[in-house]
C-alpha cells in the first residue's frame, strides 16, 4: 500500500515538473502584443493627407463602366435589330431593296449607312446615308464560321466604322447581303464640361473619342496646350487600359464590390499645365450575365474615361492624432497588463511554487498569503494545511476552528480583477468608438464627386429612356411588318420571336379595334380592354396597384386601329437603375410618383424627403430651351447627402412620359477623408474592445473560473475532508496548484493513519 502511494505521488510530481501549457501567461503576452499592434497600426493610420481622395478614383472607374455598359447594349441591340428585321422580312414575301431601307430607316435611326448587295453577283441594290465600306466585305468568305459576325473597319479619314450583317433569303431569287455601318461612339452618357471618353480596342488604339475641346470663351495657347496634353494622357491612359483588359476581372476588384462584370478599374496620370491631376476610369465590354459572351463583347473594346481635378492638399485631420492616441494606448495598455500581472499572475505563479514546496516537505516557512479573491482563499487554505502536516488540529468542518485562523481579507475576486482590467482598456477604446475624430456637417465633399452623382444619373436617365425607345421602335416594326393581310397564326408567331429576341416585355399582344385580343405572347393581358389614355405612343396603366404597367401602342397599317401592344417588365426597367455608387435611385413620374427603383419600393409613392421633391420640381423647370440635369450636396438635420434629378429631355417615344429619374446617397457612403478617418477610428476602439474581450475572456475561463472552484475545494480540504480527490482539468498552473493539494491530501491521510496505528494497537491488546 505505501509503495503504490509512493508511485502516485512520484508520478503526479513528474506531471507537475512538466512545462506549462496554457495557463495565464499566453493570454497576457497576448493582450500584450496586440495592444503592441494596435498602438503600431494607430500611430501609422493617422494623420496622413490624401491629394485625391479615393472617392473620386472610384467614381471615374464606375463612370467607365456606365460607359462599357451603353456601348455594348447599343451594339448588341443594334445587331439583334437588324438580324430580325431581316428574319421578320425573309418570312414574308419578296420585296424589293429600296423597300427594305426605307422601311427600316422608318422604324430604326440608329444606322450611319446601310446597303444591299447580291451575293452571287456582288451587285449594289441599293443604299442609304454615308458609304458603306463595301470593298472591306469579302463576299466569299460570308459562308465560313465567323462569315457574318460583326467586324471593324478603319476609314481613310482615320474614323472607325462597325459593320454588321444580315441574310436576305426568298426563294426564287438570289441571296441578299444587307448591310449597316455605325460609329464607336459611347451614345448617352453625359459628359459634362471637363470630361473625356473614348473607345479603345484591344491594342490600345483610340477608335473614336469625345469630349477634348477647348471651350469658345477660352482658346489661348495655354488651354490649347492643356488640351493637347490631356489627349497625350488619353492615349497613355488607353494604352495601359488594354494591358490591364486581359486581366481575370474578379483580381481586379476588392472583394465584395460586385456589379461591373467586366475588368475595370482607375489610374491617374501626371500634373497638367493647370496643376490639375488627371484621373482616367477604364471598363470592357462585358456581357451582362456572368460567364457570358456577345457579339459585342468579342470586339475586345473598352471604355476609357478621363477627367482632371484639382488635387487638394490641406490636411483635414490632425497629423498627430494617430501618435496622441497611440500613447495613450501604451500607456493605458501598460496599466492593464501591469495590473493582470499584479494581481492575477503574480500571487497565482507564487501559490504555484508555495504549493510545491509543501509537496516537498518544506514546512518550517509560512505560506505567503496574496491579499485579493481566490488567491487569498487558497493561500489561507494551503496555510492551514501546512500547520496540519506540523501537528496541529484538524477542524472539526463545522466550526471551521482548528488548523489555523482563516483571515477576512477584502473580498475582491479574479473577476474584479479582470473587469477592471476591461475597464481600463474601455477607457481607450470607447472615446474611439464614439466621440473621437467625427466627420461634421461641415467636412469637404469635393466638388467633382456632386458632378459625377449628376452625370451618372443623367446616363442613367438616358439609359431609361433609350430603352422605351427601342421597345417602342420593335412595336412599329411588328406592327409594320405584320401588315393587313397576316393571318393570327403568324401573328403569334411573328410574336413570340420578338419575345424571345427581346426580354423586355412581359406580354405581346395584338388588339383589334372593339378590344379582342387576335394574337399574344408571354403572359397574359393585364387589362386588355383597358381604354388607350390618348394617342401618346407609351403610356402608364394601373394607377394605384401594386405594380405600374407601361404599356406601348403601335397602330397595324390598313386594319382600321388594330394595335400592336406590348407591356413592359417593370423588372427590366428596374434593372436599368441598378449601378453601383449611385446610392437610391428612383423612376417618378411627371406628379412624382415612384413607377421604378433600384430597391425594394411601393408602386405610386412619394419621394422619401421633401427636399428630393422640391429638387425634381427644380430640375423640370426649364433652363432655354430646356431641362437639365441637376445635382447638389445637402447639409441639414438629416445629414450630409448627395443628390441629383435628370428628366427625359431626348427625343423618341418616351420624352412624352414626362419621367425623372433621381438618386441620392449619404456622404458617408463614400471614401472621403473624413469619413475614412471616423471609419478608421471607430475601426481602431473596435479592435481594442476585440483585443481586451478576447484576452479577458480568456483569462476568465482558463484561470478565474478554474481557480474559484479550486478556492472552495483547497478550503473544503483544509476544514478536515480527506475522502474527496482532486483532479486536475488542465495542465496549467491551476491545475499544477490541483496536483499539489492532492499530494497534501494524501501525506493528511498517510499521517492520520500513522497516528492512529498505535491507538488501534493498543485497544487490540
Partial sequence: MAVSSAKRRHKVRKRADMSLLGGIRPPIAVLSALLLALAGLTALGFGKTEALPKAVRISQQHFAEDGAIALRASLDESITDLERTASLFNAGDPVSADTVLDKLGNVYQKWRGSAIVEIKSGKLLAARGENVPLLAVDLQKLSDEDGLAPRMVRLENGETRLLTFALLSWEGRPQQLLITSNSLKVPGVSLGKFRAIAVVDAGGTVLSSDGLQAPEEDDSDTVKGEIEQTKKQLRTFAKDSAKKAGQNPLTTKEPGSGGFLGVSGSMTGTKLISGERPVAGYATLAAPEAGGSTDATSLGLSVVTLVTVPENTSRVNDPMFGLWSAGALLVIGALAVALLLGTVQGPL?????????????????????????????????????????????????????????????????????????????????????????????????????????????????????????????????????????????????????????????????????????????????????????????????????????????????????????????????????????????????????????????????????????????????????????????????????????????????????????????????????????????????????????????????????????????????????????????????????????????????????????????????
Fill in 349 to 765: 505563479l507564487r501559490l504555484f511554487l508555495e504549493s510545491r514546496r509543501l509537496t516537498r516537505g518544506d514546512l518550517t516557512r509560512p505560506v505567503t498569503v496574496p491579499r485579493f479573491g481566490e488567491a487569498r482563499r487558497i493561500g489561507d487554505a494551503l496555510e492551514q494545511l501546512r500547520l496540519q502536516l506540523l501537528g496541529a488540529p484538524a477542524p472539526d468542518g463545522s466550526t471551521g476552528t482548528g488548523g489555523g485562523k482563516r483571515r477576512r481579507g477584502r473580498r475582491v475576486g479574479t473577476r474584479a480583477l479582470l473587469a477592471g482590467g476591461g475597464i481600463l482598456l474601455l477607457i481607450w477604446s470607447a472615446p474611439m468608438m464614439l466621440v473621437l475624430n467625427r466627420a461634421g456637417d461641415t467636412l469637404v465633399v469635393p466638388q467633382q464627386l456632386v458632378s459625377d452623382q449628376r452625370d451618372r444619373t443623367d446616363t442613367v436617365t438616358d439609359r431609361v429612356r433609350r430603352a422605351l425607345n427601342e421597345g417602342y421602335a420593335d412595336l412599329l416594326s411588328v406592327a409594320t411588318l405584320i401588315g393587313d393581310q397576316t393571318g393570327a397564326g403568324d401573328m403569334t408567331t411573328v410574336l413570340e420571336r420578338t419575345m424571345t429576341e427581346h426580354p423586355r416585355y412581359s406580354s405581346l399582344y395584338v388588339l383589334s379595334p372593339d378590344g379582342t385580343v387576335l394574337a399574344q405572347a408571354g403572359d397574359s393581358p393585364a387589362d386588355p380592354g383597358a381604354k388607350r389614355p390618348g394617342n401618346e405612343p407609351i403610356a402608364v396603366l394601373g394607377d394605384g396597384s401594386k405594380e405600374p404597367r407601361i404599356t406601348g401602342y403601335a397602330e397595324l397599317p390598313g386594319r382600321d386601329g388594330a394595335l400592336v401592344v406590348g407591356q413592359f417588365r417593370i423588372d427590366f426597367l428596374n434593372s436599368l437603375l441598378k449601378r453601383p455608387g449611385l446610392g437610391q435611385v428612383r423612376i417618378v413620374d411627371a406628379e412624382r410618383r415612384v413607377l421604378g427603383s433600384n430597391t425594394g419600393y411601393r408602386a405610386f409613392e412619394k419621394l422619401p424627403s421633401a427636399r428630393l421633391e422640391s429638387l425634381v420640381e427644380a430640375t423640370n423647370q426649364k433652363a432655354g430651351l430646356s431641362t437639365r440635369p441637376s445635382g447638389v450636396l445637402f447639409r441639414d438635420g438629416e445629414g450630409v447627402q448627395l443628390a441629383a434629378a435628370a428628366p427625359f429631355a431626348g427625343g423618341g417615344a418616351a420624352k412624352s412620359l414626362g419621367w425623372t429619374v433621381v438618386s441620392w446617397q449619404p456622404a458617408s457612403a463614400l471614401a472621403i477623408p473624413e469619413y475614412s478617418a471616423q471609419n478608421r477610428t471607430v475601426l481602431a476602439g473596435l479592435l481594442g474592445v476585440t483585443a481586451a474581450a478576447a484576452c479577458l475572456g480568456w483569462l476568465h475561463i482558463v484561470v478565474a473560473r478554474p481557480l474559484r472552484a479550486l478556492a472552495r475545494q483547497a478550503e473544503t480540504l483544509a476544514d478536515g475532508d480527506r475522502r474527496t480527490v482532486l483532479y486536475p482539468r488542465h495542465h496549467d498552473e491551476v491545475g499544477a496548484i490541483t496536483r499539489s493539494l492532492e499530494l497534501l491530501r494524501q501525506q493528511l491521510q498517510e499521517q492520520r493513519r500513522r497516528d492512529t496505528a498505535p491507538t488501534a494497537l493498543a485497544e487490540r491488546i
